[in-house]
């Protein structure tokens, strides 16, 4: 039974949901997806793809998630029942099934690069490739990566059981500001390093348009933009429920895009010099889900500067972690939020109930990395592409007078602009996206492939 509206928490100011919103956002799909896809994209094409993503395509779709919280003061599953009727709860359950996947995944890269960081404290960065790699192979998989993952899954429970201004909020408020603060460091220092130049042409300002057409290319931004921000997820849905109608949601959506688009391009600028710099691009191409980006080159290269090294890695994965954290509560919040309003349990009944069914079904990606690589590509791309196209669908052409009526505050030119793109540009964009990434996938998925 639905949880009585005055029973739910809310977020105590604006600033707090603009932080926990981009805390959802912000995350290894910055630190880590960004960096690889970038790296395999064309370097400047998919930059220029990925914020025409984000600008013109998704920012509809965000202002629309949260109209869609906001205006119902529900979860997915109910939420999307009453603007849209009963058949579209349906939909709702693909948010809450989508983010508890993709949650059961992500938790198992938490744990790569907490294990990536016990290491460098414990035992140092390993100083070749091969050996960096041999590191990396060790906690991929089995044992360690289970624990790794039931670890990192456990902390986010710790988080999302204290609640939305004691857990949500004030982890935001306390972690994105250092978030930057440590990122801007690591891009200064990174930016003194002998091949920065070289790492920014070869792989942020370098133009291939031979790419502006490659299927891979275009899945590429279309997956890290939506798996990034979090659209069509459903976290961002949850956390503009908790709203007061004084928010300004475009402005908000703007701010949350802003943050997070700054991190994915902070990321880069400290990421491709050490791979310049120390002659690992090799590495960076060479491996799964971004691994050799990330757990296996990055290490490698800083090694090399002995202490100092040592130093930036230990930030550096630090960083990545608390990131991590941020999103990961967002998408246990889906869940958990879920279960308190249609089921009446108690936060903490709800948390741990969601904790042990997440636990069990990551253990097949902690268990085999290619499992967690074919989860990734549909739950992380092609599920959150299809709930974006739903939800522009929804609010652009079955409800558009609740897109209108809710952004009251905003300038009518400005709502106008924004139903257009949702009419049209959004829906039209997303399913070529959708349509572009499953052939792009399909030769992957068949029995014959290699």
Known sequence: MPQPAAAREHWSSGVGFVLASAGCAIGLGNLWGFVYRASQGGGAVFVVLYLLVVVLILTP?????????????????????????SRWGLVGWLFVVASTLVLSYYTVLMGWTGLTLCNALLNGLPATPQLSSQVFASMASGS????????????????????????????SLWFMPLLFVLLIGLVVWASGLDGAAQGYRTFLLHWDGSRLLDPTTIRNAFSQAFFSIGAGLGALMTYASYLDRRSRLPSEAVAVVSLDTAVALLAGLVVFPIVSSFGLTDQVSASAVGSGTLFIALPTGLASLGTT???????????????????????????????????????????????????????????DSDILTAMDKVFGGVALMLGGLLIALLLGWLQPDRYLGDLDQTPPLLKRMLLLGLRWTSPLAIGAGLLLSLVDLLPSWLPNAT
């Open 144 to 171: 360690k990566a289970v624990w790794g993952h039931v670890t990192s899954l456990l902390l986010t429970g710790l988080v999302v059981a204290a609640g939305v201004r004691r857990g949500l909020e004030r982890l």
């Open 309 to 367: 090294g040592t130093v930036a890695a230990v930030v550096f994965f630090s960083l990545a972690y608390v990131a991590a954290i941020t999103s990961a509560v967002s998408m246990l919040e889906v869940a958990v939020a879920s279960l308190i309003d249609r089921l009446g349990w108690s936060r903490p009944r709800a948390v741990w109930s969601a904790v042990a069914v997440v636990a069990l079904l990551g253990l097949p990606s902690a268990l």
């Open 61 to 85: 779709v965000l202002v629309a998630e949260f109209v869609i919280g906001r205006s119902t003061g529900q979860t997915p599953i109910d939420a999307l029942r009453t603007v849209g009727g």
